[in-house]
Nanobody, 125 residues
Framework: QVQLVESGGGLVQAGGSLRLSCATSGRAFSTYVMAWFRQAPGKEREFVTAIRWSSGSTYYADSVKGRFTISRDSAKNTMYLQMNSLKPEDTAVYYC??????????????????WGQGTQVTVSS
């Protein structure tokens, strides 16, 4: 089993920054991909960014490129999402997710086996 626990959400003004954390436990992560998804009210859960744990290779949705940065600290088994230049349309519940995957990353929620409980990010205009 893999346990994921998010933290760091909150309320911020447009143009501000937040950093989310996802603490992991349970299994070795050398062959895992970890990702952030988000879900706004009335919308589907959407891919935000992902990282291959072993190589550190990253992938971003076009809507967050240049503003968000995903990273991981292997010693702490923790993944981070640094969010800068936040916009009201970034308001959503943010979820971290994980899956075992040999190549590439998954862009669909169905491709991930493990999920955190979510953390609310609200960006005011």
């Amino acid at each position: 089993q893999v346990q994921l626990v998010e933290s760091g959400g909150g309320l911020v003004q447009a143009g501000g920054s937040l950093r989310l954390s996802c603490a992991t436990s349970g299994r070795a992560f050398s062959t895992y991909v970890m990702a952030w998804f988000r879900q706004a009210p009335g919308k589907e859960r959407e891919f935000v960014t992902a990282i291959r744990w072993s190589s550190g290779s990253t992938y971003y949705a076009d809507s967050v490129k240049g503003r968000f940065t995903i990273s991981r600290d292997s010693a702490k088994n923790t993944m981070y999402l640094q969010m800068n230049s936040l916009k009201p349309e970034d308001t959503a519940v943010y979820y971290c997710a994980a899956t075992h995957r040999v190549h590439g990353v998954g862009l669909r929620r169905e491709e991930y086996n493990y999920w955190g409980q979510g953390t609310q990010v609200t960006v005011s205009s």
